[in-house]
């Protein structure tokens, strides 16, 4: 079975400051990897996403994540915060099976991100 | 944005009452979910959908039951509901290519 373990349910940064917000992942297949952004009464939005190829993985927003298989880990920075970024972060792995299994995702608990200015 | 509709967005209702949310999807997408945020345990999956008339159960599938009739619908019903079934229900679909799920703007329901 997956799961995602995300380290630090607040995460408080000044505006400027680099984030990083730490995921770690068990999975029995290799794993595709999602990071999603939740801001206040919305649904979650995409980030970014590592299937295969290149480790390191450009989303938006100016966020970035590195999936490292040997630390089973696929962390998300920020090299300078914006107010615009408190929100909360969620990061993911596919089910069962490559390519995304059709049973859905596996979330972290999240990692509600406090800027302050 | 994907075409993802959930409805009613509020509900608030008592306990032992049947609840029923709607997600209505314009992508065509095979595969759509349900799943439910609570403070502290994230997002977790109540039940989903791989095709017309055929879902599974998720991690949190007690109390609720799913039907897709149309490729476009998947309700959610609580059949009798409960004050542990207070939460954000949020309906997500994917195309699998790559996995990632699309969402809705989520339902809010309150039982007293």
């Known amino acids: 079975a997956q799961s995602v373990t995300q380290l630090g349910s607040h995460v408080s940064v000044s505006e400027g400051a680099l984030v990083l917000l730490r995921c770690n992942y068990s999975?029995?297949?290799?794993?595709?990897l999602f990071w999603y952004v939740q801001y206040p009464n919305q649904g979650l939005q995409l980030l970014l996403k590592?299937?295969?190829?290149?480790?390191l993985v450009k989303g938006i927003n100016g966020f970035e994540a590195e999936f490292k298989k040997s630390e089973t880990s696929f962390h998300l920075t920020k090299p300078s915060a914006h107010m615009s970024d408190a929100a909360e972060y969620f990061c993911?792995?596919?089910?069962?099976?490559?390519?995304?299994?059709?049973?859905?995702?596996?979330f972290g608990k999240g990692t509600h991100l406090i800027i302050q200015p | 944005d994907a075409g993802i509709t959930q409805s009613p967005r509020h509900k608030v209702t008592e306990t032992g009452t049947p609840v029923t949310l709607r997600c209505h999807q314009t992508?065509?997408?095979?595969?759509m979910y349900w799943y439910r945020q609570d403070p502290g345990h994230g997002l977790r999956l109540i039940h989903y959908?791989?095709?017309?008339?055929?879902?599974d159960k998720g991690e949190v599938s007690d109390g609720y039951s799913v039907s897709r009739s149309k490729t476009e619908d998947f309700l959610l019903t609580l059949e009798s509901a409960t004050s542990s079934q207070t939460s954000v229900y949020f309906c997500?679909?994917?195309?699998?290519?790559?996995?990632?799920?699309?969402f809705g703007e989520g339902s809010r329901l309150t039982v007293l």
């Open positions: 997500a679909i994917s195309g699998l290519n790559t996995g990632e799920l699309f």
């Open positions: 999975s029995s297949v290799p794993p595709y």
């Open positions: 590592y299937t295969t190829g290149a480790t």
């Open positions: 993911a792995v596919s089910g069962t099976g490559s390519g995304g299994g059709a049973d859905g995702l596996t």
């Open positions: 992508e065509n997408h095979r595969y």
């Open positions: 959908s791989y095709g017309v008339k055929d879902t």
